[in-house]
């Protein structure tokens, strides 16, 4: 059983997978990151859904070496801001300039940490756009990453 059915087992997979692809607006022909482990059952799914292009990544070891840029990075769970720091430090690299990454925070009605989670994303390269509501009671940040971002980083 994977972490996502575990820890939901009210949330039906299915509903929250399609308010994920929904929220991140991805495409079929995007090539699509999920941070972390435990996972299978949203990869699974997006490839039942003609998502040819999606890996599973630790957030915590990167991309490998000559890996694509990502399109789209899902983070279905975060725990705290370090968390997120580092999963954008490691994996948001590769991901395209304009890219969208996607925050799934259990947390839906705090706004101290929502403007802590908007100012780590500020500080590491994305701008935030929007914010929805989950079924579950959580919340899904969206953001891009900003073309100067990228600049920075091969500076």
């Known amino acids: 059983m994977s972490r996502l059915s575990e820890a939901e087992p ?3 997979a299915p509903e929250l997978l399609e308010q ?3 929220a991140s607006r ?4 995007d090539r699509l990151t999920i941070a972390g482990r435990g996972y299978i059952d949203l990869l699974i799914g997006l490839c039942h859904r003609g998502f040819a292009c999606v890996s599973c ?3 915590d070891q990167g991309p490998s070496a000559g890996e694509p840029e990502t399109d789209v990075l899902w983070i279905p769970s975060i725990e705290n801001e370090a968390e997120l720091t580092e999963a954008l430090a490691r994996l948001g690299r ?3 300039p304009d890219g969208v ?3 799934r925070d259990r947390h839906r009605n705090s706004r101290h940490r929502f403007r802590r989670l908007c ?3 500020a500080e590491s390269g994305f701008a935030f756009d929007r914010r929805e509501a989950v079924t579950d009671g959580s919340v899904i940040l969206c953001a891009h990453k900003r073309a100067e971002a990228r ?3 091969a500076a």
Do not use: F, N, S, Y
């Open 10 to 12: 009210d949330q039906p």
């Open 20 to 22: 994920m692809i929904c």
């Open 26 to 29: 991805a495409q079929c022909a």
């Open 57 to 59: 990544q630790a957030p």
């Open 94 to 96: 590769r991901l395209r």
């Open 101 to 103: 990454v996607l925050i």
């Open 119 to 121: 100012g780590v994303l």
């Open 151 to 153: 600049t920075q980083c």
